[in-house]
């Protein structure tokens, strides 16, 4: 909600019972400085097979401009570093001059658009638009990360003056890889229990719940279950959120209810 400040953090735990399966934690904060413009700072640590490990900070900003019909459109752009750490030391190729230990930061540069009104939202991004490739000597690319292209939208139905109703999809484009999508389903009741579930094209089916402890504090906790072949190997996917918000230029009593996306 505007003039709200956001701070949170996540812990997601990939493929439990797979061997280095990734790990992620994530810390941020999203800050409006004045009903237009909005500050957002995230810090997000990953470990990926017990080999890679990679910490990212970026400092998000967004520009909101209202039209006719309170339309709102938000312009954003997204700076960032990423710290790399290339550890084969307890693996059987720790001796291989091809897998050296490798050590690089690279620079990450993004924009996106967001639409949205009350009842509904679309947006296009691209977190990652510059591709970046870590090369070693007499080894092909040890890191490669290509620009991402995600496409999202969602709607918001009243059922009844307790409960809402909302689809949503995700559409996910990694250039050099096949298309992906999401497609959701989430019921929000008198806006603080929250159950969902979703669909991920040939990879898994989700469960969700968020519970708001006070109208400030959210706890939420999502569950994947692999529908590819890792099902035969994991026992699925874990997801952890808590969210806190609070008032910062004191306009929050002009929103009689919170925006349910």
Known sequence: EPSLIQVGGLYRTQWVGVQGAPKTANIFANIPLNDKIELGLNF???????????NAFNVDTAYKITLNNDL?????VKVGVDYLSFDFSNTNVSNDAQF??????????????FVFKEQFYVGLSSPSIIPTAIDVENSDDLFTNSPHLFLIGGYVFEATDDLKIKPSTVVKQVFGSPLSFDVSIN???????????????????SA??????????KLGYAYDFSTSELNDFSSGSHEFVLLYKFDLLGLSKKYSSPRFY
């Not at 997000?44 to 990679?54: A, E, H, R």
Request: proline share 3%.
């Open 44 to 54: 997000s640590n990953d470990k990926i097979g017990n080999v890679l490990f990679q």
């Open 72 to 76: 709102n459109v938000s312009f954003g």
């Open 100 to 113: 050296p230990n490798t050590k690089r930061t690279v620079f990450n540069f993004g924009a996106g658009v």
């Open 187 to 205: 019921a929000l009741y008198k806006n603080r229990f929250e159950l969902g579930a979703a669909y991920r094209y040939q990879d898994a089916i």
């Open 208 to 217: 969700l719940a968020g519970f708001n402890i006070t109208p400030s504090l």
